[in-house]
Each structure stands twice: as structure tokens, then as C-alpha cells.
């Protein structure tokens, strides 16, 4: 299975946050939008991402005082990006790798979507499903 088919049934939902915006307005759009990760972009362009680990460093590092503070000083700036045409197989191991739980998703330069380990693995669980399911149909028919 490919990224885009996923993002095609995921919708293309990205929810994103500036560098400036103060962490504690961050952490308040994670909770609000259920999910583990904020891309933080500059205007159009992606600069970093926020994952709960990021948060759970500053806090850790800074105390409450980190809640003040801009994402951009708390973001993982190094960002590893997927691409529309690329397989759940290879994105599950550059996240393996990475130990990274979040892929923003790039089509010629420009931010599609995310996806995530979840999601990955639930395309995964749905095609080898599938797969059985064929199989004893192929299997009671002959």
C-alpha cells in the first residue's frame, strides 16, 4: 500500500503550529485535536515538527517556565519527510529506525498530510486482512 492511498482515506487534515506560538498554546491544540504531533511551519514551509516527546523534554529540561516559550525553541527542527509514493513497508522502517512516530507527507515540495505509526499499522492490519479473507474464498471455491 502506498501513502497516498492512506492519506486518500485520512483525509488531508494537517494540523500545523508556528514557530513563535508559545508551547502551552501547542499543547492546548494537541489535546484539542487528538493527535501526537503539530507541524510547525513558516508560512509555507515546513521548519520543524512537535511531538509529546518534545514536550516532555522541555518540561523536563525547563521546568513550567518552557510553557512560555516559543515551539521553535522546542521543536525537532531536523525534520524526516515521506512521500505520496513511497510504501507502508519502507515508512515503517525509516520510522523504526528514526524512532519516530509522526511523517509529514510532501508532494513536489509542498505539505499533503501526515501520517503517523497508527495509521501505518492499520493499513497494514486492513491488507492482510484482505488478503486472508481472498485467500479462503479461493480456497472455498475450488
Do not use: W
Not at 5 to 24: H, Q, R
Not at 34 to 60: F, H, K, N, Q, T
Not at 125 to 142: D, H, N
Amino acid at each position: 500500500m502506498l501513502v497516498a492511498e492512506i492519506l486518500k482515506d485520512k483525509g488531508p487534515n494537517v494540523f500545523t503550529a508556528g514557530p513563535s506560538d508559545s508551547l502551552e498554546a501547542t499543547i492546548q491544540a494537541l489535546e484539542t485535536k487528538r493527535v501526537g504531533a503539530l507541524v510547525v511551519c513558516d508560512g509555507d514551509r515546513v521548519v520543524g515538527i512537535l511531538s509529546e516527546r518534545d514536550l516532555v523534554r522541555a518540561v523536563a529540561r525547563h521546568g513550567g517556565g518552557a510553557l512560555a516559550r516559543p515551539v521553535g525553541d522546542f521543536m525537532t527542527a531536523e525534520v524526516v519527510f515521506a512521500e505520496p509514493t513511497e510504501t507502508v513497508a519502507v515508512l515503517m522502517e525509516r520510522m523504526t529506525d528514526r524512532r519516530i512516530r509522526h511523517l509529514p507527507v510532501l508532494s513536489e515540495g509542498r505539505l499533503i498530510g501526515v501520517v503517523s505509526i497508527g495509521d501505518l499499522v492499520k493499513s497494514q492490519i486492513a491488507e492482510a486482512t484482505f488478503e486472508a479473507e481472498s485467500m479462503k474464498a479461493y480456497i472455498g471455491a475450488g
